[in-house]
Structure formats: C-alpha cells, structure tokens
C-alpha cells in the first residue's frame, strides 16, 4: 500500500477472477484439506437437493483474500471476516472488491476499516465482507 | 437437533506443520502469484522469517492435520450435506510462515435457531498458537444447518 493514507470511499481492492470450473473445484478439495463431496461429487450434491456441485465458501474467501493481499501486505492485515451471502455457482466469473469505510486508532495504530465485497458476473454479491488493516 | 447443550463443548486439538509442498499447492489452485508468498527472500525483505500463508489458509490446515475429519459435526450429530458456511472471521495476531507448528483448538460458542427451527446457526471459535506458545489468530467459523422438516 502507498505511503499517502486513503481516503474515506477509496476503492483500494479490484481483482477479476476466471470462470469457476469443476476442475477448480476438485484442485481446491484436496489443497484445502476440505473435502465435503458436496463441492465436487455430482451425485451426492444431488441427494442433498442441489442441482448441481456449487463453490467452497473458502474457494470464494481466499480469491477475495488474494484480491486484499494484492492490495495490502499480509502483515498489515488485523482482521478479515466474511458471511457467505449466497451460493458460488460453477462457471461464475468473480469480482472482488475493497473500499475504505472507515479511518481508526487502535493502541496508537493508525487503521482502515474496509467493506470487502465479492459479487458474479450478474452483480450478484457472493461475500460481504471486511478487513480492518495497518496502515 | 443441536441446542445450546452444545455451546462450550471442545473438540480434539490439532497440530498442523506449514509444509511448503502443501502450500504451493494451495497457491497454484489459486493462480496467486504474489511473489510474498512463493520469494523467500521477498518474504525477508518484507519482515517474515519465511514465506507466511495467505489469510484463509489457518483454515485449510486445520482441516487437512484434523484426525478426525468434520469432528464437531459428528460430535454433535449433523449431517454433513446438510450444511453451509455461513459466515467467516479471522483476527491475526502474529504472522504465520512455512515451518510453523500450529495448535488449533475448537469450541462452540453459539447456538441459534432461525426462521422457526428451520435452520440452525453454529458458531465455532477456534484458538491458535504456534511451536513458541505464541497466540497467532483466532478463528471462528458459522455454520448454517438446514434442519429437516419434522414429520
């Protein structure tokens, strides 16, 4: 991050991210360690009542952790939280994006408190989130 | 159904190592290319002792070492296909990198009924720390439990 403070407002987090596919699914079960069938197993996503095999929550968060971290250093980054606002379909393009909402102090530590938002190619909002950073 | 006689209940502990095979495996998923990540000497001159993890990945390592996969939900007797992650936190306390022996211990915090009994939100809080004793982050996890309809 540049050395001039932000502003209220600033958008400092953009980041676009190539369709997700099956075969991104089935890397990220075994990278992640999760390895719940509903993300890469058609028929047990079926039986559970879901058309088809959908995202990884995380999948999502760590494209939007990647998009911050682009952003801002991993050691500036104080908090990071996410609600998973609804399902990632396969063949969704994410956007992810980080604007400032909030300049703070905390134990004499100048910070920002930013609005993180992962939406799809239909503008969907995937995640809502926020990271509180160093500055 | 779980009810609150779940919240305070501890899970096994896990250790997990940051082994940096694991973790480039994770940062090729991911197409993440920042060279923090990948550069040890990036990473030095960026105050690390080595190459730290990316923000989500505390998540993915207690996953991988847990002996036993998705305790807490067979500990408190859900069905994995009927879950969903709710919501996501992580409060970073001191850095993380390849070589770290990590300590996670979860508990449950919360347990709330929504939309009449229809589902169930479980929050799971989780502690960890490193080889040093060292408090790294906390973690806490919601997950939402789409319960079935009674009969």
């Given at each position: 991050m540049s050395a001039a403070q932000p502003s209220v407002g600033e958008r400092i987090v953009h980041k676009e991210f190539p369709p997700i596919t099956r075969h991104r699914l089935a890397l990220y079960c075994g990278a992640s360690?999760?390895?719940?069938?509903?993300?890469?197993?058609l028929d047990f996503a079926k039986k559970a009542g879901f058309p088809d095999v959908f995202s990884h929550g995380m999948l999502v968060m760590a494209y939007l952790g990647q998009a911050l971290t682009d952003a801002v250093p991993?050691?500036?980054?104080?908090s990071f939280s996410t609600r998973f606002a609804a399902i990632t379909q396969l063949g969704a393009k994410l956007t992810c994006e980080g604007t400032v909402a909030e300049l703070l102090e905390h134990n004499g530590e100048k910070r920002a408190r930013l609005t993180l938002t992962t939406k799809d190619q239909s503008g969907e909002i995937k995640l809502a989130g926020e990271a509180v950073i160093a500055l | 159904m779980v009810d609150q006689s779940a919240v305070g209940r501890e899970f096994t502990p896990v250790t997990a190592r940051v082994e940096p095979g694991r973790l480039r495996f994770f940062l090729d998923t991911l197409g993440e290319d920042n060279p923090v990540y990948r550069d040890e000497n990036t990473a030095r001159a960026a105050g690390y002792r080595a190459t730290p993890v990316p923000p989500t990945y505390l998540f993915c390592l207690e996953m991988m070492d847990a002996?036993?996969?998705f305790e807490f939900l067979t500990a408190l007797d859900i069905d994995l296909a009927r879950v969903l992650h709710g919501e996501q936190r992580f409060d970073y306390f001191a850095p993380v990198v390849v070589g770290d022996t990590l300590t996670f211990r979860p508990r449950v915090t919360s347990v709330t009924e929504k939309k009449g009994g229809a589902m169930t939100l479980i929050v799971v809080e989780t502690g960890v720390t490193n080889q040093d004793g060292v408090h790294v982050a906390d973690i806490s996890r919601t997950v939402v439990v789409r319960n079935p309809r009674p009969s």
């Amino acid at each position: 991050m540049s050395a001039a403070q932000p502003s209220v407002g600033e958008r400092i987090v953009h980041k676009e991210f190539p369709p997700i596919t099956r075969h991104r699914l089935a890397l990220y079960c075994g990278a992640s360690g999760d390895h719940n069938p509903i993300h890469v197993d058609l028929d047990f996503a079926k039986k559970a009542g879901f058309p088809d095999v959908f995202s990884h929550g995380m999948l999502v968060m760590a494209y939007l952790g990647q998009a911050l971290t682009d952003a801002v250093p991993p050691s500036r980054i104080r908090s990071f939280s996410t609600r998973f606002a609804a399902i990632t379909q396969l063949g969704a393009k994410l956007t992810c994006e980080g604007t400032v909402a909030e300049l703070l102090e905390h134990n004499g530590e100048k910070r920002a408190r930013l609005t993180l938002t992962t939406k799809d190619q239909s503008g969907e909002i995937k995640l809502a989130g926020e990271a509180v950073i160093a500055l | 159904m779980v009810d609150q006689s779940a919240v305070g209940r501890e899970f096994t502990p896990v250790t997990a190592r940051v082994e940096p095979g694991r973790l480039r495996f994770f940062l090729d998923t991911l197409g993440e290319d920042n060279p923090v990540y990948r550069d040890e000497n990036t990473a030095r001159a960026a105050g690390y002792r080595a190459t730290p993890v990316p923000p989500t990945y505390l998540f993915c390592l207690e996953m991988m070492d847990a002996t036993v996969p998705f305790e807490f939900l067979t500990a408190l007797d859900i069905d994995l296909a009927r879950v969903l992650h709710g919501e996501q936190r992580f409060d970073y306390f001191a850095p993380v990198v390849v070589g770290d022996t990590l300590t996670f211990r979860p508990r449950v915090t919360s347990v709330t009924e929504k939309k009449g009994g229809a589902m169930t939100l479980i929050v799971v809080e989780t502690g960890v720390t490193n080889q040093d004793g060292v408090h790294v982050a906390d973690i806490s996890r919601t997950v939402v439990v789409r319960n079935p309809r009674p009969s």
